[in-house]
C-alpha cells in the first residue's frame, strides 16, 4: 500500500511560479513510476508529466512542455512538480499518482491540490 500527499498548491498570478510536492509513504517508493494529472472544474482529469523508477526517463503533455519539470528524490520519498509561466488555463487540481510498472498491479492516486492562475 502507497499513500500519496500532495501540496504547495495555491493562488498565483499569470506568469508566476509554483512547485507542487507529492510525499509517498508505504511501499517502497523508488519502485514506482510518478505521473502528474490534473483535473480542471467540469474536464476530464489528464496527463501533465511523468517521471519513471530511476528519474531517468520524463515525459510531458504538450501544453506544459518547456514550462513544467517533473522530478523526483528517491532518498525523501518525494515527486515534485515545478511550474513556471503559469497559464490561467493551468488552474486545476493537481494529483499525483504511483504504479509500479511494468507489471502495473498497483496504482495510488493523491487527493490532490489545487493550483489557481488568476488573469
Known amino acids: 500500500q502507497v499513500q500519496l500527499v500532495e501540496s504547495g498548491g495555491g493562488l498565483v498570478q499569470t506568469g508566476g511560479s509554483l512547485r507542487l510536492s507529492c510525499a509517498a509513504s508505504?511501499?517502497?517508493?523508488?519502485?514506482?513510476?510518478m505521473d502528474w494529472f490534473r483535473q480542471a472544474t467540469g474536464k476530464e482529469r489528464e496527463f501533465v508529466a511523468g517521471?519513471?523508477?530511476?528519474?531517468?526517463?520524463?515525459d510531458y503533455a504538450d501544453s506544459v512542455k518547456g514550462r513544467f519539470t517533473i522530478s523526483r528524490d528517491n532518498a525523501k520519498n518525494t515527486v515534485y512538480l515545478e511550474m513556471n509561466s503559469l497559464k490561467p488555463e493551468d488552474t486545476a487540481v493537481y494529483y499525483c499518482?504511483?504504479?509500479?510498472?511494468?507489471?502495473?498491479?498497483?496504482?495510488?492516486w493523491g487527493q490532490g491540490t489545487q493550483v489557481t492562475v488568476s488573469s
Open positions: 508505504g511501499r517502497t517508493f523508488s519502485s514506482y513510476h
Open positions: 499518482n504511483a504504479d509500479n510498472r511494468p507489471v502495473a498491479t498497483d496504482n495510488y
Open positions: 517521471i519513471s523508477w530511476s528519474g531517468d526517463s520524463t
